[in-house]
């Protein structure tokens, strides 16, 4: 078994039985998710921030970290183990984009992630088809190659399936 551990701004993909995609402590940052069920390749993105051109040096060297580039290389990864370019086929799940700062919403980057995700899959021709985004927590997310699966978990709410 070879798990994938995602930390801000990673992504990777995996098509190894038994192995998992995870990624922890997820606040207004976006988990995207994407599954072949065919090909049993699962990949997911730790996107932090909606736009690389709010620090392009930071682009060039994390390029996950944005929804603007992350999104892309991840479905380009998905490709090259083998799923299909048109994207026919990928399961696309949304999770986090919470607002954790207690009062201070001012930003709203939470939200902001969330719908520059979505842009970015229509631009790929994608949509999600589950989201557990939003609220005020934070989630600890892993996607699970064989299956397909998708675990949530926080302290004090326990764990959930999307």
């Known amino acids: 078994m070879s798990n994938i551990v995602l930390g801000i701004g990673d992504y990777g993909a995996s098509d190894r039985p038994g192995s998992m995609v995870k990624t922890y402590a997820l606040g207004s940052c976006v988990a995207v998710t994407m599954y072949d069920p065919n090909l049993h390749v699962a990949g997911m993105v730790h996107v932090a921030l909606p736009d690389s051109k709010l620090n392009r040096a930071k682009g060039a060297e994390c390029p996950g970290y944005f929804a603007d580039l992350g999104v892309p290389l991840l479905f380009e990864e998905m490709v090259r183990l083998g799923c299909q370019r048109q994207g026919r086929g990928l399961v696309v799940k949304l999770l986090g984009g919470a607002s954790v700062m207690a009062g201070n919403d ?13 842009k970015v899959l229509w631009g790929l021709g994608m949509g999600p088809v ?13 996607l699970y190659v064989d299956s397909g699966g998708v675990t949530v978990s926080c302290p004090g709410r326990g764990q959930w399936q999307i």
């Open 106 to 118: 001012t930003f709203n980057i939470g939200k902001r992630n969330v719908l520059a995700v979505k």
């Open 130 to 142: 589950a989201e557990d985004v939003g609220a005020n927590y934070s989630r600890t997310v892993s």
